[in-house]
């Protein structure tokens, strides 16, 4: 069974910097560098939005208008990891950050870590 375990979050002020990594574990039909990866997160009272997702091959990356430019999502096929990180965090980047797995009709979510963003 494929578990996917978030880290890293926490509490920092506007304009500071977080990264969040996501271990993977339990790839026993599929290896992870066959997976499409992605990251997504979600704010209080409102619903689960993607923030960025990177190809399998590892050679394209996209993400939400709100975050282009600050956001940079990375993978490490040799460890099963992948990371978000976050520089010039606003305010309303205080939410559940998640990582997900998918291939084909298989997809993966961890749990999450809570970033928030407070001065």
């Known amino acids: 069974q494929v578990h996917l375990e978030e880290s890293g979050g926490g509490v920092v002020q506007p304009g500071g910097s977080l990264r969040l990594s996501c271990a993977a574990s339990?790839?026993?039909?599929?290896?992870?560098?066959?997976?499409?990866l992605n990251w997504y997160r979600q704010a209080p009272g409102r619903e689960r939005e993607f923030v960025a997702a990177i190809t399998r091959a590892g050679d394209n990356t996209v993400y939400a208008d709100s975050v282009k430019g600050r956001f940079t999502l990375t993978k490490d096929n040799a460890k099963n990891m992948m990371f978000l990180q976050m520089n010039s965090l606003k305010i309303e980047g205080t939410a559940v950050y998640y990582c997900?797995?998918?291939?084909?009709?298989?997809?993966?979510w961890g749990e999450g870590t809570q970033v928030t963003v407070s001065s």
């Open positions: 339990g790839f026993t039909d599929f290896p992870f560098s066959s997976y499409a």
């Open positions: 997900n797995a998918g291939r084909g009709t298989r997809g993966y």
